[in-house]
């Protein structure tokens, strides 16, 4: 996983106001049942988000961030990718989610996304974290009507029985892309943000690219808990999601 189930959840500057949270049940295209939170502001105030999360699944991590997005106005519809293969829907830190990330198949993993587009309505944004940030750029390279994607430290490599993507699958995004990476991650190289500047660049898709120096794989989830606090590259993640997600 890309944080611990202590770590605190990432606090927008401003305000924030209140949100009212719902465990559902989505149905994929092929019939299987997709665990899901949605967290809906009282005053909507910008689009929805489709919100992936990393290995982990739905865990309370991403449902208390969920509610971070709606509190700024977004309905946040946080999915989960395990529904296929683990009985119980409970993300917690007692679950092991390692036998079920080696059965994942990306055409599923998209087929869910699909379901939570479908369930917001709308052209909504897909936003997501290490696997999840590669699944919401692989997201943009479909038919799911969406309106940009947001990738943090997307992580491209194997994937339960699948190859790794390579570098120039980001050519085929059809929507504005802003991907989010750490300096000093040691999970997904500099190479990769450097081939998807080159890639989307010569497709000519829109997209900002930023790598923080110093930062590690998993910042946007950890900096309270790293021994070097970040709260200045916290806030302009924020900053930047404010100005992409529109």
């Known amino acids: 996983m890309c944080y611990d189930e202590s770590d605190l959840v990432p606090v927008p500057p401003g305000e924030e106001h209140p949100v009212r949270g719902a465990e559902l049940e989505l ?30 699944g ?24 395990y529904g296929r293969t683990a009985a119980s829907p409970a993300r917690d830190g007692r679950f092991d ?20 587009v479908q369930r917001l309505g709308g052209r909504p944004y897909v936003l997501g974290f290490c696997l999840g940030g590669a699944t919401a750029l692989l997201a943009g390279t479909t038919g799911i009507d969406v309106a940009g994607v947001v990738a943090f430290y997307p992580w491209t490599g194997d994937l339960g029985r699948e190859p790794a993507l390579p570098d120039a699958f980001v050519a085929g995004v059809r929507v504005p892309v802003l991907g989010l990476f750490g300096g000093a991650d040691e999970v997904v190289p500099a190479a990769v943000p450097r081939a998807f500047d080159e890639h989307l660049t010569a497709a000519g898709v829109p997209h900002e690219l930023v790598v923080y120096p110093g930062a590690p794989h998993g910042f946007f989830e950890r900096h309270y808990l790293d021994r070097e606090v970040r709260p200045d590259t916290v806030d302009d993640v924020w900053r930047r999601l ?3 997600l529109v």
């Open 27 to 56: 149905t994929a295209a092929d019939g299987s049942r997709v665990a899901a939170f949605l967290a809906r502001p009282e005053r909507p105030a910008g689009p929805a988000i489709v919100l992936l999360p990393d290995a982990g």
């Open 97 to 116: 989610y390692l036998p079920h990330q080696r059965r994942l198949l990306r055409d599923t993993m998209l087929l869910d996304v699909a379901a939570a």
């Open 242 to 244: 404010a100005a992409f």
């Open 58 to 81: 739905l865990d309370p991590f991403y449902r208390e961030l969920a509610g971070r997005f709606a509190g700024l106005g977004h309905p946040t519809l946080a999915i989960d990718y």
